[in-house]
């Protein structure tokens, strides 16, 4: 099958590009898209024959269910069965936008969608293109990152063809992604609201509007430990092909444990990655010593958004140049920082505390 990218200005959509797509959607066939987290993998959500042919293309395990994405409210009316006033609090405030919520689903999902759960991940995407092609189709859209299963999100329409290409009939290329990283899913319908994925928007935020509402992890929620309140949570994921080694602590301390370790491996002419997220001149030496030492510096002036906006990228570009190891630093995980190390922390082959114990 041959894969076209479709380019469409986000600021001038072509009503003729977008009407064809939908059709495409519409007939039972896949569409990758931009939104502002990450490219999602779209069928008609309620046409499981459609839906099957995600996890196919994707890879991806069948009990891992979805985000079905909507482009206005009267469609969530379709697929869940009430719409608590939280949620209606919450569509106030984030949607259109990153914040995908826990619902109970109606039978007009299929299970497939679901995995077999009572409940359906809804998210208003804001994204121009992605709003203007769930409003052609009418359709509730199933839409995963369309990445293969396992490898980092795709941020741009290339990393879709890296992944995909020549396995879905059509890309549509809106530039890169804003947010850079995954919607942030919530379970605001248990007793104890949880985040079960940190993402685009922050913990802070939520906390305004649920202010008991607390990170799932299986540290603090062992009883939870065997069944992952969000099936997804058990998969390695974000992985690039090379092994990341993820170094956290002050920045002193990380930047020298990492030119510390680093340097065997350039003397034996690995190729070597570092992923700085914090900016400082330390590695500069080292450059000079090995020019094809890979430095990415993923913002100028440690601006969280820039960062989540060019992880996933860099990860890829990392991959293409034919890394080896990458050494990543660490930032708190504060705001999006909470998201940006969910992504590195679950990336990471290795990792090396340096903080100084408490
Ligand atoms: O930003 C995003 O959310 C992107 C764009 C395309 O919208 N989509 C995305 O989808 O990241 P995906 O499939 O890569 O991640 C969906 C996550 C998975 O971790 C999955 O386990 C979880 O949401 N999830 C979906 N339905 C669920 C449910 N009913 N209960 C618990 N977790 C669910
Ligand atoms: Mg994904």
Redesign the pocket.
């Known amino acids: 099958m041959h894969t076209k990218v479709q380019f469409c200005d986000p600021k001038k959509i072509s009503s003729d590009i977008i009407e064809k797509a939908a059709q495409l959607l519409k007939s039972g066939v896949l569409v990758a898209f931009p ?1 502002e ?4 993998l779209g069928a008609n959500a309620l046409d499981p024959d459609a839906v099957a042919k995600i996890f196919m293309v994707k890879g991806r395990p069948a009990d ?4 079905v ?1 909507i482009s206005d409210l009267t469609q969530l009316k379709e697929i869940v069965e009430e719409i608590p006033p939280l949620t209606k609090l919450l569509a106030e405030k984030f949607w259109p936008g ?1 914040l ?1 919520i ?1 619902l109970k689903k109606k039978a007009s999902i299929p299970p497939i969608v ?2 077999g ?1 009572s ?3 809804v ?1 208003m ?1 804001s994204h121009p293109i992605a709003r203007a092609l769930i409003q052609a189709a009418d359709l509730p859209i199933a ?4 990445n293969t299963s396992g490898r980092p ?1 795709p941020t741009s329409a290339a990393h879709v063809l890296d992944d995909l290409s020549g396995k879905i009939p059509l890309i549509l290329d809106g530039g890169p992604s804003q947010v850079g990283l ?2 942030t ?1 919530i ?1 605001v319908q248990r007793e104890n609201p949880l985040i ?2 940190p ?2 928007i922050t913990l802070e935020q939520l906390k305004e509007i649920i202010p008991n509402i607390q990170i799932y992890s299986p540290e603090i929620m062992p009883a939870l430990e065997d069944q992952p ?5 058990k998969y390695t994921h974000y992985a690039p092909k090379a092994a990341l080694f993820l170094y956290k602590g002050p920045i002193e301390e990380m930047s020298n444990q990492i030119l510390m370790d680093i340097q065997q491996f350039l003397t034996e002419n690995h190729r070597i990655g570092i992923l700085q997220l914090i900016p400082h001149q330390y590695y500069e030496v080292m450059k000079k010593k090995f020019p094809f030492l890979e430095i990415k510096k993923l913002s100028l002036n440690s601006n969280l958004e820039e960062i989540a906006a060019n992880l996933f990228s860099s990860l890829r570009s990392f991959d293409e140049l034919g890394v080896e190891i990458i050494f990543s630093e660490s930032i708190n995980p504060i705001g999006v920082g909470l998201a940006i190390m969910n992504r590195l922390n679950k990336a990471a082959r290795r990792i090396y505390d340096l903080s100084p114990p408490t």
């Open positions: 939104t987290t990450v490219y999602g891992n269910p979805l985000i994405h990153p995908t826990l679901t995995a759960l409940t359906v991940a998210r995407p839409a995963p990152s369309a999100s995954e919607s899913v379970d079960l994925r993402g685009g309140p969000s099936p997804g949570m």
